[in-house]
């Protein structure tokens, strides 16, 4: 069997991998131990997975694969975040971002190539849909990235949206959250939405992480002008979905509200914001636009974010400020994308100069 006709191991549950194990005529207790290695030990050879005979290790070599994707570029940052652009089999590449602050090392990882959400503040908005991530290169991008040390938490808050490719989505949070692989709580996994109203109560109901909605707007004419998809699912019915969400526990919806200068972020819109969230347990995120080359907003002033915070506080609002990481290696959400691919694109151009150049000697 050549490697294009071998299957993919990675990426599937438990039980599908039993299912395999014993379809090769092994006991299903082996599919235990390379459930250990591929996302424990983190082993994409099945010949060093030691403790697996070595007539088992050569039938799974015969059938089976267990891909990785790559690192291209790593873009490592002042403040200790790391950028990475990943490369997948096929050659698409996307970003995932390590975020270290004290006492939690957070990776931000992606969920499609492109996005078909278009937001306007957004460098990934402008790229072109490609395709979904599957599962095992979403989990991948922790596995098999060398971070600076142990990740404890993850956020789906990278390329794409995370319920646009909901099947694979969850999956991938099956393995992260696995307490036979990567032992990822779910208190320590953050799902970000652009507020797809129909897959919310499916999620809140599959328990595997912790919801986020992008809300970045106080109306619906704000929010459309930047936010498309609000035209499908207007704010009125974004907030009665929140507000009717049956939660386990003590959960509660985080609201991400990136300000933008002269656009989101004044007095007034704190309050209509207030208004929003007020009767929805939730907590608000507050972050400051971080400016790329490729969209003509502008970051509020740190008083003015201080401001719109007080406001929020004053009203007995749980509100965080988050300051934007890695601002010093292209941070922005698919910025690093595009700068590879314009470089490609400009070495090609270059190299067909000199081609061209040489002919005419
Ligand atoms: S903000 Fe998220 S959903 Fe919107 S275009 Fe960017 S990646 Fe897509």
């Given at each position: 069997m050549d490697s294009q006709t071998k299957e993919n191991l990675?990426?599937?549950p438990l039980p599908e991998l039993e299912a395999r194990i014993l379809a090769m005529g092994h006991p299903a207790f082996r599919a235990r131990q390379l459930y250990r290695w591929m996302y424990k030990e983190r082993e994409s050879d099945f010949q060093k997975m030691t403790d697996l005979s070595k007539q088992f290790r050569q039938h799974l070599e015969e059938q089976f694969t267990l891909p990785k994707i790559e690192v291209s570029e790593t873009h490592p940052s002042d403040d200790g975040t790391v950028k990475y652009l990943v490369r997948l089999p096929d050659g698409q590449q996307v970003e995932s971002v390590f975020i270290p602050t004290e006492g939690r090392a957070t990776l931000c990882v992606s969920t499609q190539v492109g996005c078909k959400m278009a937001c306007t503040f957004c460098a990934t908005g402008y790229q072109k849909f490609v395709r979904d991530l599957k599962a095992w290169e979403i989990v991948d991008q922790l596995l098999s990235v060398p971070h600076p040390r142990p990740v404890t938490n993850i956020v789906l808050m990278g390329m794409g949206e995370p319920f646009d490719n909901y099947e694979e989505v969850m999956k991938a949070l099956k393995l992260f959250n696995d307490p036979m692989g990567l032992k990822i709580g779910k208190r320590h996994i953050t799902v970000s939405t652009v507020g797809i109203t129909d897959k919310i109560q499916d999620f809140i109901d599959a328990s595997l992480g912790k919801l986020a909605i992008s809300l970045h707007g106080t109306t619906d004419e704000q929010r459309s002008h930047i936010m498309p998809i609000n035209a499908k699912f207007p704010l009125k019915e974004l907030m009665d979905t929140c507000r009717s969400l049956r939660f386990r526990g003590t959960e509660r919806v985080t609201f991400e509200y990136i300000l933008i200068k002269d656009f989101n972020d004044s007095d007034e819109d704190a309050h209509r914001l207030i208004k929003l969230v007020h009767d929805i347990p939730s907590k608000i995120n507050l972050l400051a636009y971080n400016e790329?080359?490729?969209?003509d907003f502008k970051r509020p002033s740190e008083d003015r974010v201080l401001r719109f915070q007080n406001i929020l506080l004053k009203h007995h609002l749980t509100s965080t400020y988050r300051r934007s990481r890695g601002r010093d290696v292209a941070a922005a959400c698919g910025q690093l994308r595009i700068e590879a691919e314009n470089r490609l694109k400009r070495q090609a151009w270059e190299r067909l100069k000199s081609v061209q150049v040489s002919a005419n000697l």
């Open positions: 990675k990426g599937l790329n080359p490729f969209v």
